[in-house]
């Protein structure tokens, strides 16, 4: 069982940059590095929509068009951590944000919240 959780969520101006962590933990022979990691956001009554992919072992990156060169992921296998900062924020992307881990199964953390406003 793999257990995630977010942070670095908040209020901020639009303009204004975040960072969100995702920490990872698991049981006996848990390796982050075989998980690839991807950050997903939900508005209220909306489904999740994917954010951003970081894949193993070639570390690439994917981004939804409407964050790409805005938001950036990146991860720490030593740290057992998945990042997504965010940059130059806009309203609409006030959202709870969620990491999950896959590897033949895969597993959300609980969300952190993002609200962008003035």
């Known amino acids: 069982q793999v257990q995630l959780v977010e942070s670095g969520g908040g209020l901020v101006q639009p303009g204004g940059s975040l960072r969100l962590s995702c920490e990872a933990s698991?049981?006996?022979?848990?390796?982050?590095?075989?998980?690839?990691m991807s950050w997903y956001r939900q508005y209220p009554g909306k489904e999740r929509e994917l954010v951003a992919t970081?894949?193993?072992?070639?570390?690439?990156?994917n981004y939804a068009h409407d964050v790409s060169g805005r938001f950036t992921i990146s991860r720490d296998n030593a740290k057992n951590a998945a990042y997504l900062q965010m940059t130059d924020l806009k309203t609409e992307d006030t959202a709870m944000y969620y990491c999950?881990?896959?590897?033949?199964?895969?597993?959300w953390g609980q969300g952190t919240q993002v609200t962008v406003s003035s």
């Open positions: 999950k881990a896959i590897w033949r199964d895969s597993y």
């Open positions: 970081i894949s193993v072992p070639s570390n690439f990156t």
């Open positions: 698991g049981g006996s022979g848990f390796t982050f590095s075989r998980y690839s």
